[in-house]
């Protein structure tokens, strides 16, 4: 296994692993210095998620590790002899995904309104794919923008290009849900996945396979195959 992606809701990672009680103190502080409860909330459950899933494959103290990050502001763990990772959160969902063959990318959106994607889609979709998109119906135009964005943000989290990048500049084919992309040298497997209550998934890696996605979910299994 090349990567894995888990995902699942920020609650039920709370619940599972309470992050708030063992995130090292700067890392807590900081997550408590933002303003809304939900936002707080998905912060601890992202980087519980992710310092927990580093502790097992390093075999180490899952508080213990030092995270740190480049100038681009992507972390890494600090020696870099551990796997890749990357994080994320939106509307009381988390991602995490991990690699060892390379870099990873990952990017969970909640859905929203067509209303809101027609606002922003001249914003990340370059110009034939906008002309396209627009002559979709409206459920299809928000479920599309949807997937696009969650592709199109894990690619640049993969690259460490963040907010800095440009998502129009990703030559993404708009009905693909799995596809080959070019970016600095590299190529990356990219792909979505719609996952419970409107939320969708987009990973990005430059290793030989994809990931693994696994969902976390209630009950005797911790995971569930995607």
């Known amino acids: 296994?090349?990567?894995?992606?888990?995902?699942?809701?920020?609650?039920?990672?709370?619940?599972?692993?309470?992050?708030?009680?063992?995130?090292?103190?700067?890392?807590?502080?900081?997550?408590?210095?933002?303003?809304?409860?939900?936002?707080?909330?998905?912060?601890?459950?992202?980087?519980?998620?992710?310092?927990?899933?580093?502790?097992?494959?390093?075999?180490?103290?899952?508080?213990?590790?030092?995270?740190?990050?480049?100038?681009?502001?992507?972390?890494h763990l600090a020696d870099r002899a551990g796997p890749d990772f990357n994080l994320s959160h939106a509307g009381g969902w988390v991602a995490v995904g991990l690699s060892r063959a390379g870099r990873i990318g990952v990017d969970v959106e909640q859905a929203r309104p067509c209303a809101i994607w027609d606002a922003v889609a001249a914003d990340f979709l370059p110009g034939d794919a906008l002309a396209l998109?627009?002559?979709?119906?409206?459920?299809?135009?928000?479920?599309?923008?949807?997937?696009?964005?969650?592709?199109?943000?894990?690619?640049?989290?993969?690259?460490?290009?963040?907010?800095?990048g440009d998502l129009r500049t990703l030559d993404l084919p708009l009905n693909a849900r799995h596809a080959h992309i070019a970016r600095g040298g590299r190529d990356y497997r990219v792909g979505t996945l719609d996952l419970a209550d409107g939320h969708g998934l987009g990973f990005a890696t430059d290793a030989a396979s994809p990931p693994d996605i696994l969902l976390l979910c209630e009950g005797d299994g911790a995971f569930r195959m995607a």
Not at 9 to 35: M, N, Q, S
Not at 135 to 151: K, Y
């Open 1 to 75: 296994m090349d990567g894995v992606v888990v995902t699942g809701p920020a609650d039920l990672v709370i619940r599972t692993c309470a992050p708030e009680e063992w995130l090292p103190l700067a890392e807590a502080e900081a997550i408590r210095r933002h303003v809304r409860p939900d936002d707080r909330a998905a912060r601890f459950a992202a980087w519980g998620l992710a310092r927990t899933l580093l502790g097992l494959a390093c075999a180490a103290d899952s508080a213990g590790l030092a995270i740190t990050r480049d100038g681009a502001g992507r972390p």
């Open 133 to 164: 998109w627009s002559g979709l119906g409206e459920a299809d135009r928000a479920a599309t923008a949807l997937r696009q964005w969650c592709m199109r943000e894990a690619v640049l989290k993969a690259t460490g290009e963040g907010l800095a």
